[in-house]
């Protein structure tokens, strides 16, 4: 009778492992369709749209100074403060915005013949930067190099701070549309509909530095000063990513 009981419970022990091990398997499979339906569900698609605002500019970014070579480093020094003085005395009194130095320098000057090099003099200047409103550029540096001015490296354009703050939104609202027209444009052709923004990034809406426009680094040119001065239109640019989903 013992042996009997034996047998039996060891049959229902062999019988029991295999129905535990297949209710695990099942209740895993319940467990699991709730996340993989709610993954078929979640189809997303990334897009990126573009914006891009032209502001006019009003501002012009001068630099400019005087240059002067000659025989002694004390004589060249002299002059260059000289020239320099009346510059700066004239930029001020036209109410200049940020006037300040960019460079001074004083350098030797050799001449190479044969091997050999030779001190034939000093190179020194004094070069500043400033901004003015971009109508008075031109009258300005004519009367620049009046005053004792001999180079000019260059002029860049700039919009106001308020404008191109504004220029920023209209960007990034521009941005955001084209990317949900990109979005629709591609769904509509698969018979898809567009649901909700799963996740937003913005990845810039600054405008690019200031255009530059190149002069001629000598300021001796009679002509150059009557040449009007530009500064046409800043680009203000955004960019936004989207995930869709649908």
């Known amino acids: 009778m013992t042996q009997t009981l034996l047998s039996h419970s ?8 295999p129905i535990m091990f297949l209710v695990g398997v099942l209740v895993a499979v319940a467990l699991a369709n709730p996340v993989l339906a709610q993954e078929r569900r979640l189809r997303t698609l990334t ?9 006019p500019t009003t501002t012009a970014q001068v630099q ?7 025989k002694t480093a004390a004589g060249v020094q002299q002059e260059v403060a000289r020239r320099s003085a009346a510059v700066v005395e004239l930029l001020r009194s036209q109410n200049v915005e940020q006037l300040q130095t960019r460079g001074i320098q004083l350098n030797p000057v050799y001449n190479y ?3 050999v090099q030779r001190l034939v003099g000093y190179s020194g200047s004094n070069i500043v930067s400033f901004r003015v409103p971009t109508e008075q550029a031109g009258t300005l540096l004519d009367d620049a190099v009046e ?5 000019i490296d260059g002029i860049s354009f700039t919009a106001p701070d308020n404008a191109i703050a ?16 990109q979005a629709d444009a591609v769904l509509s052709v698969l018979n898809l509909t567009r649901q909700d923004v799963v996740s937003i990034q913005v990845n810039g809406a600054t405008p690019p530095p200031p255009t530059p426009l190149l002069l001629d680094r000598s300021a001796s040119n009679a002509e150059f000063a009557k040449t009007p001065v530009i500064g046409g239109e800043q680009e203000v640019q955004a960019s936004v990513t989207l995930e869709i989903s649908y």
């Open 10 to 17: 060891r049959s229902r022990g062999g019988l029991w492992l």
């Open 47 to 55: 897009v990126t749209g573009q914006g891009v605002e032209r502001i």
């Open 113 to 115: 013949e044969d091997n």
């Open 166 to 181: 504004a220029a920023q939104k209209e960007a990034l609202q521009e941005a955001t549309q084209d990317a949900q027209q």
């Open 64 to 70: 400019l100074g005087v240059e002067v070579q000659g």
């Open 147 to 151: 005053a004792g001015a001999s180079r």
